[in-house]
């Protein structure tokens, strides 16, 4: 069954744009902003297993009712990146915001309601993947926290490397 947003689906605010939970009414606006913006797409099934598995870890940003960005993420069960232990991983399994409102803050305040939402799921730390040349996602993760943790060689299909980068999610974090 489709729901339609509601205002309290609404986790955080950005100048004029809306942090939600995602809907299913939704996917098309995100599969669009996914294709538009990275060489990595999914098929329709992946986002909806996402958003049915964590659905508050599925946020988009919208300004005026129009989806400009999202972050979908799950939790995984295994080896730390920050230590030789077992933990729960957040992992950021892609972040897109359309570039024509790009640095507004629309990334850091999904990434950071993302964070929270991944810590009521139990998650200790947080993981990503970025591309080597990203250049300005790499700027934001660091300055969100994250550290680069090792390179994965050959990481994308077209053969371009990528950086894990991870941070442990503290107590405060979401008071940040």
């Not at 729901?3 to 605010?13: F, G, I, Q």
């Not at 950005?14 to 995602?22: E, N, T």
């Not at 009414?25 to 538009?36: E, G």
């Not at 939402?117 to 994250?146: C, D, F, H, Q, W």
């Amino acid at each position: 069954m489709e729901r339609l947003s509601k205002e309290e689906d609404v986790v955080a605010t950005v100048g004029d744009y809306k942090i939600k939970v995602f809907s299913a009414d939704k996917l098309a606006d995100v599969m669009r902003i996914n294709k538009t913006c990275l060489p990595e797409n999914y098929p329709s099934s992946f986002f909806i297993y996402l958003h049915q598995n964590f659905p508050k870890a599925f946020l988009i940003a919208e300004k005026d009712g129009e989806v400009v960005g999202y972050i979908m993420c799950r939790v995984e069960y295994g080896l730390s990146n920050m230590g030789i232990k077992l933990t729960r991983k957040g992992h950021v399994v892609s972040i897109a915001v359309m570039p024509g409102h790009r640095r507004k803050g629309i990334a850091t305040a999904l990434l950071r309601a993302a964070e929270k939402a991944l810590k009521e799921y139990g998650a200790k730390e947080m993981m990503l993947e970025v591309r080597v040349s990203n250049t300005p996602a790499i700027s934001l993760y660091k300055k969100l926290g994250y550290k680069e943790v090792k390179v994965l060689k050959r990481y994308y299909s077209d053969g371009e490397d990528a950086y894990l980068m991870a941070k442990e999610l503290e107590e405060d974090d979401d008071e940040k």
